[in-house]
């Protein structure tokens, strides 16, 4: 059997016996794969330290159709992102996206999930410092997105009609999105005002507002979202990055 090449991300890896790992990686080719690593940990040198978590490169393996575990033969680290674990924030930003990726991707390529993800690891390892709560949220909305799940900001998902300038509505998780004042009158989620609107469209979308305010509600929120329409579980790594997140990421310029 030929071995198959793609590039690839390591999420994650545990000890498996006595030498070997057992790695799992997003991929470009063949999405979520759990590899085998035999014998890595016996391994000196360069070629064991390359394959820590959020590291990016070229992975071969032997993958076999129906199966849930596969065997690595090698992977040619281009990228360690080693940034990320010099900093707790930017370390849990990671964690969060890495886990929302293993909790809901499939063995089964999806080339912008892939993306979204890589996109998200390398600004969260380089972004200015009072980005960090910025980038950690985009990455955690773009990935959700690729999921297929992006709420709808503007207009209403009651109605349908555009929501006000000034207009103050209500997020709707249920409903997956943001209703007018006049549609939310029996609706609990938080309330959500124009600034805040355009914020989450910025985010959803990948970018980073500036001057984002309120990091820790737009972390409640994605937290909320992601527990209710992607993963039936919350996610470990989202608590951990509430609490390491700054109580208030007011970055004014
Ligand atoms: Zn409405």
Redesign the pocket.
Known sequence: MAPVNTPAVLLRGHDYGDTSRILRFYTEGHGLLSVMAKGVRGRAGKGAATLASFSSGELTAFVRSHRDLHTMKDFACERMREGLGRDVLRFAGASAAAELVLSHAEQEPHPVLFDALESALDRLERVDPADIPAAALAGLWTITKAFGFAPQID???????T?TESGV?RFDLAAGGV??????TDAIGPRIGPRARAQLSALIQGGLPPSLTHAHQHLGLVSDFVAYHVVSKPLKSLRFLGGVMPEDADAAP
């Open positions: 207009p209403c998902v009651g109605c349908g009609e929501l509505g209703k007018c004042a006049a549609c939310s």
